[in-house]
């Protein structure tokens, strides 16, 4: 497989999961692993640019395929803008569930550069956020995408 | 941790190719799709196997929505996510939209497949009550050729269905008949949890008066339920709320939910027919909407 246009050759386990892959195997620790019931989503990656929870996929079943982590947001030294927008809105409190949700929003904006709260809030419901922190991240995404479309002029405000 | 027992892991090239492979190693074998309901019980070692035939790189030739006059045929391999946004299904069968909106999140969408689903035959799966409120059929391959078989043949009990040891799931058919719509209500108690109770409908108009009617529901016996008793009180009469009303107490009474901690059985009696009027209600005025006429 591909891991952030990596390529990378592993002899591994049939049972390995990918959360467990990418974390033991190859280092990349901001990969979380957390419920392992695939219902918390911070173990959220994706693969072939479409975000999947990492613990219920196996590891052989990525092969050949490119897998993006947390990781690979960075471009050339800058943050991405979703990751900027997490800076800039508190979007993380504890940052547990950080990474998962910095991919599923990055892989929102790709696809709809202008989300409507309803449609972030829809895009991160198979994820959770222990500290309840979802109204900022909500406006961090917003930020990204405001900062991404050039209209960008202040923070959103409150009650977003 | 949870991790899956030892097994080995085998990926298949084509369809001939897996069922060969089942043929070959038989029912200590088992194919994995999406994975999303698998995995889980692997890893909580409610299922174990020696080996695990990964079918993903048969999406190309599995994952298809193929428009005919009188049906609409899908690929098993074909994932939540592409039935979610297919605009012929959301003309043809409102009820898929209804039903993808609230199954599971996004993130698993992305990965778990029409097949999966039925294959794995949790009584309380969605997708298994829209195939069986449509009235499904399912096109199922083995070495010795393919047979079709209903929506009630094809589960046989909780986690059970009629594919065997050396048999694929290929394809799902669901007939075409004008002057119809249809629509999915679900009680669930956080976003993207498994049903309290669902209920499916599907209707047919002729000059104002339901010529038929079919309704499935979720989550209230060993099997995802049609219940033709309502099929036989609905049809020939004219869409009313007294209508709806009677419907719904057909299928609080002939459900067999059984209390859990999503609920009582006297709740999901009572969800089993709110839920069921509503259906029918909003499939009836979506025919309207699109088809004055009917």
Known sequence: ?160 | MQVPAPFEYERATSVDHAIGLLDRLGETARLVAGGHSLLPMMKLRLANFDYLIDINDLHGELGYISVEPTQIRIGAMTRHRELLESQVLADTFPIFGDAERVIADPVVRNRGTLGGSLCQADPSEDLSAVCTTLGASCLIRGTGGERVVTMEDFHRGPYETAVGDAEMLIEVRFPVRPHGSSAYEKVERRAGDWAVVSAGAAVWLDAGVISDARVGLAAVGPNTTGLPAISEALRGHAPSEELYARAGAIAAQTCRPATDSRGSEEYKRHLADELTRRALRRSVARIVADDPGA
């Open chain 1, 1 to 160: 497989m591909t891991v952030n246009d990596a390529e990378v050759t592993r002899e591994i386990e049939g049972r390995l999961l990918l959360v467990h892959f990418l974390r033991d195997h190859l280092g990349l620790t901001g990969t979380h692993w957390g419920c392992d019931t695939s219902n918390c989503g911070t173990c959220v990656v994706w693969m072939d640019g479409e975000p999947v929870k990492s613990c219920t996929v196996l590891a052989a079943m990525a092969g050949g395929h490119e897998v993006r982590t947390v990781e690979g947001l960075e471009q050339d030294g800058q943050l991405d803008p979703v990751q900027q927008g997490f800076m800039q809105c508190h979007g993380l409190q504890c940052g547990f569930c950080t990474p998962g949700m910095l991919m599923t929003a990055r892989a929102l904006l790709d696809r709809n550069p202008n989300p409507t709260e309803q449609e972030i809030r829809e895009a991160i419901s198979g994820q959770i956020c222990r500290c309840t922190g979802y109204a900022t991240i909500v406006r961090s995404v917003q930020w990204a995408a405001a900062e991404e479309a050039g209209t960008r002029t202040t923070i959103p405000a409150e009650g977003a």
